[in-house]
């Protein structure tokens, strides 16, 4: 079989970028749109058609076998080099499919979304910037490559949020989210350096062979009581916790939102943040085996604590997108801790393939929440939940289809993320139960601060509204119904067929125990969201007093970003920066500044030797010669 | 006859170079030189190297002379007095001059020299001989340089003094 | 080799030309009397070629030859620097050093 062509699922929005942002000038509006949403569109079809021949046909004896095509690119020694190439393997397909969807139904919204904008054709250059990056990432073949690409997805999110440079918050935001990420990718980069210079490899195929020397050797070094690969290990997962906004690398997030709603839905939702467990995937026979899975366990709890704080943090919010970034943070952290808890063979893989339906699932009915949002604000041009109400009857599409995606995510019985949370929640019972409980919870918890975006979006009062809300353009429904399709056509796929982590297929079924659980759990979220907010009364005010304090702190999102400020403004500006800044200032500039002026004013003094007559100049070279003669000869004679 | 006529002649050389370098009247000073330029060539003839003293009366004597003369009167009145240097000046270039003398001449009785013992007059036949070798110790190749050189100077000048209008 | 003048005798002179000619190219104020002051200071240096090679070294002709290379040069200079003069003459009206101080600082 040859998926050489799988090369062009890059290199079309490649091609694209440079199309659209070098001639941003000349190329109409009209066009660029349309451009772009094109060329996603044939990788779209690409990556279908990548997907459907390779679960088909690329097994071998029951094992998905992955296809490499990769030329050498750098050489550090003998054996350490830097390949750029395809890797096809089961996860990376599924993620060429994810990523493909959400690219294109993006790239379609936009055209509605985006009209009349006047960085219009800027906007799909750098939209077809982050597909080229994200594809790549996806199908890096080692360390290094999914690093640059890594760092690109990170550059391209950064012009993506400050997308509206003249905004002061978007700017900081951009700064925001490119800084937090970026010391998050010190880890990474480090991680990467350890496992290169202890393992001597970054390949992939190599680092993740279970009997490979790699993982069967890590016992040889250690460091602090850890084995070396251990802590590369948890460094890289705090390049991955960066940029898939996991405590305390989260704050990025909510900011982010700044960034026009369908880059929200494209990188917030589905793609970049979900590489960082797409990273812990990508490495998880290394996670899984070395040190017994210690690194792993650090990926559960940070997974389920990440998932907690979220969902609680998000009954709170106003705005409805930051109520969407941080349930994309808590469905991220059920996704790492569903990697955290799971086994490597056969059943036992369970948590990993859970893990890889959620983030199938969650890009599909989060992006289209996104999307909901997005059409929300278009109508009506706010973000803010007290500025709505009562929108059913005007976007009677955005309606259902943001009530789809609610129930999906929300885990109603028969919706896509119903078959995907219970998988997850299936493994963390059987492997630990205080991860167990704590993800029933967060179940209960979405289901309740979705559905009170929900009711306070569509019903509820009506809110006086500057002109009549109406129902978005075509080019922006269309990608929401298709989105809202596979929000519930996605959960009959049967993942355990095509994921697994040692690509062998095996048999998952239904807990239906566990199921009736959670699912009751969701619906009492749904039924108290509904007693809360259905009507305007006020007893979500008087819960919110009868927390008093706690509330106020959920609602200031438990402090972190005055945390973060007041580490970096007190502790680092002004303890190091400012006595650092002194020194450099009247130390070594003074000293620098003070040698310019002693030249200058010594120049001005001899500047007149340079009388422009030349008999001067001949003057001072015959006496400079005289004097030197004088000298030879004296020295001569003794 | 050939000592007192050395002495004669250096004492020609010294007086009108002396004279040439601090006359104020540019015309006087040209004609020192021209003086002091026809004592050295008699100095070349003291040595029995005629073809050298017949160059140093022709090129310099006849050529440079006239031309130094022309650009005087191109650029000059003829009555007109030369600016007055600075005594100031005049003391340091002395003093420096009289220096770098001193050193020299030190230098000079400080060296033993080895007189050569056999004396042979230089013929014009060598000389033109020599100019023209491109065997061993030939100066065939310098002689072709200086010739060339002859060529782009007379170029050269001509293209300088003609120079641009004023107007251009 | 001029009978009862030993080589020293004419070195001394043809160094008091020299330093004459310094001494002139130091302190003329108008360029073609500097210019008449390198004249000197060439002369002196030719003659000094002359006298080494027939007082030293009679078998060899390199001194001789290379006083004739400098008569060459000395002309050619000259017929350079005073065309060089002359331009200056009709740009500036003058030739005195005074009014060539453009390079300064």
């Known amino acids: ?638 | 006859m050939e000592t007192i006529l050395f002495y004669i002649l250096s004492a020609l050389i010294v007086i009108f170079s002396i004279a040439s370098v601090s006359s104020r009247k540019i015309l006087r000073a040209v004609t020192y030189l021209l003086f002091v330029l026809i004592a050295i060539s008699g100095i070349y003839f003291l040595v029995d190297y005629s073809f050298l003293g017949a160059v140093q009366l022709t090129v310099y004597g006849g050529g440079v002379i006239v031309l130094i003369i022309f650009s005087v009167l191109l650029v000059h009145h003829i009555e007109l007095e030369l600016e007055v240097t600075p005594l100031k000046k005049k003391i340091i270039a002395g003093l420096i001059s009289a220096t770098g003398l001193g050193i020299t001449l030190w230098a000079i009785y400080t060296f033993p020299f080895t007189n050569a013992t056999t004396y042979k007059s230089i013929e014009v036949a060598d000389i033109g001989r020599k100019l023209l070798g491109y065997g061993d110790g030939g100066f065939i190749l310098p002689f072709e340089v200086i010739s060339v050189l002859l060529l782009a100077v007379i170029i050269g000048a001509i293209v300088i003094a003609k120079g641009k209008k004023l107007n251009e | 080799m001029i009978e009862g003048i030993s080589i020293y005798e004419i070195l001394t002179l043809s160094s008091i030309v020299f330093f004459i000619g310094v001494y002139g190219f130091f302190t003329r104020e108008n360029l073609i009397t500097v210019l008449m002051s390198i004249e000197l200071i060439l002369n002196a240096s030719a003659i000094n070629f002359v006298i080494i090679n027939t007082y030293l070294y009679p078998d060899f002709l390199q001194g001789a030859v290379f006083s004739i290379f400098i008569i060459a040069m000395a002309a050619a200079e000259t017929a350079l620097a005073i065309a060089i003069i002359i331009n200056l003459y009709k740009l500036v009206a003058s030739v005195e050093v005074k009014d060539t101080e453009r390079l300064k600082y």
Do not use: C
Request: proline content about 3%; overall charge neutral; hydrophobic content about 50%.
């Open chain 1, 1 to 638: 079989m040859d998926f050489s062509y799988t090369i062009l699922i890059p290199l079309i929005p490649l091609a694209l970028f440079v199309i659209l942002g070098l001639f941003s000038k000349k190329i109409p509006a009209s066009i660029s749109g349309w451009m772009g949403s094109i060329g996603l569109g044939v990788t779209f079809v690409l990556s279908y058609y990548a997907a459907y021949q390779y679960y088909l046909n690329g097994k071998l004896n029951g094992v998905y076998q992955p296809f490499i095509y990769k030329y050498n690119w750098l050489n550090f020694t003998d054996k350490l080099h830097i390949d750029m190439g395809v890797l096809i393997d089961p996860i990376s397909v599924m993620m060429l499919v994810v990523v493909s969807t959400i690219s294109f139904m993006v790239n379609l919204y936009s055209i509605g979304y985006m009209k009349g904008d006047d960085g219009f054709t800027r906007f799909f250059a750098y939209l077809a910037l982050f597909s080229f990056s994200m594809f790549g990432l996806v199908l890096s073949t080692n360390l290094f490559q999914i690093y640059i690409f890594w760092e690109l997805v990170g550059a391209s999110s950064f012009l993506l949020i400050g997308y509206y440079y003249t905004k002061p918050s978007a700017v900081s935001a951009a700064k925001k989210a490119f800084i937090v990420t970026r010391f998050a990718d010190f880890g990474f980069l480090v991680g990467i350096l350890i496992i290169g210079y202890y393992t001597g490899t970054w390949d992939f195929q190599e680092l993740n062979n279970p009997e490979g020397s790699v993982i069967t050797n890590w016992a040889a070094t250690s460091f602090m009581g850890l084995s070396v690969i251990t802590w590369a290990l948890i460094l890289i997962f705090m390049g991955g916790a960066g940029k898939s906004a996991m405590l305390p690398f989260h704050i990025w997030l909510p900011d982010a939102m700044e960034g026009p709603t369908p880059v929200s839905a494209l990188i917030h939702a589905a793609t970049m943040v979900v590489a960082g467990v797409y990273l812990v995937a990508r490495l998880f026979p290394m996670y899984y085996f070395v040190e017994d899975g210690f690194a792993l366990q650090v990926v559960a709890y940070v997974g389920a604590i990440s998932s907690l704080f979220a969902a609680i943090i998000a009954l709170t919010q106003n705005d409805i997108k930051r109520v969407l970034a941080f349930s994309t943070m808590s469905q991220i952290g059920y996704m790492m801790l569903a990697l955290g808890v799971s086994g490597y063979h056969g059943h036992d893989g369970l948590g990993f393939m859970a893990s890889m339906f959620h983030l199938f699932t969650h890009a599909m009915f989060k992006g289209l929440l996104f999307l909901a949002a997005g059409s929300v604000i278009h109508a009506i041009h706010s973000n803010y939940l007290q500025d709505m109400g009562g929108l059913r009857k005007y976007l009677p599409i955005t309606h259902i289809t943001f009530l789809i995606a609610a129930l999906s995510i929300s885990g109603v019985p028969l919706f896509a993320g119903f078959f995907s949370k219970d998988e997850i929640l299936a493994a963390a019972y059987e492997n630990n139960m205080l991860i167990y409980i704590s993800s029933v919870f967060v179940a209960g918890l979405t289901a309740f601060y979705m559905f009170r975006l929900y009711f306070g979006i569509f019903w509820g009062k009506e809110k006086e509204y500057e002109h009549t809300p109406h129902e978005s353009p075509m080019s922006m429904t269309i990608p929401m119904m298709f989105l809202a399709f596979m929000s519930i056509a996605g959960g009959y796929i049967h993942f355990s067929k095509y994921i697994s982590p040692d690509h062998m297929p095996f048999e998952a079924h239904l807990n239906y125990y566990l199921a009736a659980i959670a699912s009751t759990v969701g619906l009492i979220g749904i039924v108290l969201a509904f007693i809360f907010y259905k009507k305007e009364n006020n007893l979500s005010e008087r819960f919110s007093h009868a927390f008093g304090v706690f509330y106020k702190w959920t609602y200031n999102k438990f402090y972190f970003d005055e945390i973060y400020l007041f580490v970096t403004k007190k502790i680092i500006f002004g303890l190091v920066a400012t006595p650092a800044a002194w020194f450099d200032k009247n130390v070594v500039d003074a000293s620098m500044i003070g040698i310019g002026n002693v030249t200058e004013s010594f120049s001005e003094k001899i500047k007149g030797m340079q009388s422009g007559k030349f008999q001067d100049y001949a003057m001072g070279f015959i006496s400079g010669g005289v004097v030197i003669a004088i000298v030879v000869f004296y020295l001569w004679i003794n």
